[in-house]
């Protein structure tokens, strides 16, 4: 029931006074419940679970992550560490 | 897909191990408390390729496995009446109660119907005035905003035939029963970036305090696992306990407000049992008094039900993160995801469900 992926909004409508909308989920669209996520905007990513979306993906943060990780391999081969030759248990 | 596929590149992923190799010098227990975690880290493989002082223990964070029996039994019971549609997700239907599960009250003729939302369950209410419309409201944090949500607009919209069977259980009771129980080994958590979605981190930082213990909040893709268990293992090294977020695209300090203010206004905190692990003080929500109407457990005086559960099941030691699916000596034979003796073989969140689909069978 935990559905772990992002979501595209793809458009807003109503239904039943709630705030509703279609979500592209890696080719599959379905429905989910715009309601706690009122600032959303159409081509922003979501996370929805059991119809309903909870938070809006913060596309800096995300950058962000790359960045840190980006980062750790600049700093590996700085310190002159070969990663890819570590041993690696069978 | 974006924000997906960045997240699952086996370069950067592999640069992540490879510094958890670096920084790891001693043997550290690390629980995820989070089914999805469960099932990417076995799916992935990653167990197999941290370094062998890392252990990784499966957390209680599936809501199919923790769902009492009883509650199950209850369902099935107000599933059989007549006059009931009962709606569920999916995963609920295959739960094995005392006798049966949901699926035979099907067959036997029994109205129960799968949804992906509490909404259609609203939905299924509006048409068929003439028949109770029960939704089985299970989950932990991340499904609490929907179900609160699902009864604050049959209010609204004054349908009387709807009500909901509700098992909440919350994340943090969890955590400590966990950690305070003399037979814990669990020295770092990964914390369930969902569940920290709807409800923020701060209720973490006294956990971590007290148990000393460094809490990591992450997601679900392989980098995201592995770069929680990087910080968890940093964090372990230097002798440090603090509560990091390394989920913050998805995840606020604060969690989503309007989530919890609808939640507090449905639902109120009270004591939860867990399937296999017992009752846990303050672990889950209730329906408050206001909205007493739609607690389909007052609705339908459902009574005692006397429950046993499967002698040979050994999931409530597995939910503690005491033993591994393989020590189950049912596992693989007896029971399998076609014929699940206990509940953690039925949901793919399921630690026995997901060794077995990824075959670690004969892994020891
Ligand atoms: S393998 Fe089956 S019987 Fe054994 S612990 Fe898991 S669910 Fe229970």
Redesign the interface.
């Known amino acids: 029931?935990?559905l772990?992926?992002?979501g595209?909004l793809l458009e807003v409508f109503e239904e039943?006074?709630?705030k509703m909308g279609n979500i592209d989920f890696?080719?599959s669209v379905?429905k989910?419940?715009l309601?706690?996520?009122?600032e959303i905007e159409i081509g922003q990513?979501t996370?929805v679970?059991?119809?309903?979306a909870?938070?809006v993906?913060?596309?800096e943060?995300?950058k962000?992550?790359?960045d840190a990780?980006d980062d750790?391999?600049d700093r590996?081969n700085a310190e002159g560490?070969e990663?890819?030759k570590?041993?690696?248990?069978d | 897909m974006k924000y997906l596929d960045e997240f699952r590149d086996p370069v950067v992923a592999k640069k992540i191990l490879d510094e958890i190799h670096v920084v790891t010098t001693q043997p550290w227990v690390i629980m995820e408390i989070c089914g999805g975690q469960t099932h990417s880290i076995i799916r992935n493989g990653i167990d197999q390729v941290l370094p062998k002082e890392i252990e990784l223990v499966h957390g209680p964070g599936c809501p199919v496995c923790v769902t009492p029996l009883e509650i199950i039994d209850r369902a099935i019971e107000i599933a059989g009446r007549p006059d009931v549609i009962f709606t569920s997700f999916g995963d609920m239907l295959r739960v094995p109660g005392s006798h049966k599960d949901l699926f035979m009250v099907r067959s036997e003729g029994g109205d129960v119907r799968t949804v992906f939302s509490p909404l259609e369950s609203l939905k299924i209410a509006r048409e068929n005035p003439d028949k109770e419309v029960v939704f089985f409201a299970v989950g932990f944090e991340t499904t609490a905003p929907g179900n609160a949500m699902a009864i604050a607009q049959a209010a609204k919209e004054g349908l009387t035939n709807f009500s909901e069977l509700v098992s909440h259980v919350l994340v943090p009771p969890a955590m400590e029963a966990l950690l305070s129980s003399p037979s814990n080994r669990v020295q770092g958590y990964l914390a369930a970036g969902h569940v920290c979605t709807v409800m923020g981190w701060d209720e973490y930082d006294p956990i971590a305090k007290k148990y000393e213990v460094p809490i990591v909040i992450t997601g679900f893709e392989p980098m995201d696992v592995l770069d929680g268990i990087l910080h968890t293992v940093k964090q372990l090294e230097a002798g440090t306990y603090k509560v990091e977020n390394r989920y913050a695209r998805i995840v606020e300090q604060g969690g989503n407000q309007a989530a919890q203010a609808l939640i507090k206004d449905v639902f109120e905190i009270a004591n939860r049992k867990w399937r296999g692990i017992g009752e846990i003080p303050a672990s889950g929500f209730k329906i408050r008094k206001k909205y007493a109407s739609y607690d389909a457990e007052l609705k339908f005086s459902v009574g005692d039900i006397r429950t046993e559960e499967p002698e040979a099941c050994i999931s409530g030691v597995i939910l503690q993160g005491l033993k591994k699916p393989h020590d189950c000596p049912a596992f693989g034979k007896e029971c399998t995801p076609q014929n699940p003796l206990g509940a953690t073989m039925v949901s793919s969140e399921g630690a026995c469900a997901a060794y077995y689909k990824y075959q670690r069978i004969l892994d020891k």
């Open positions: 029931m935990c772990a992926i992002p595209k039943n006074g709630l890696a080719g379905s989910a419940c309601e706690y996520v009122p990513y996370i679970h059991a119809g309903f909870l938070s993906l913060n596309e943060e995300a962000n992550s790359f990780w750790l391999i590996a560490i990663m890819d570590l041993e690696r248990p």
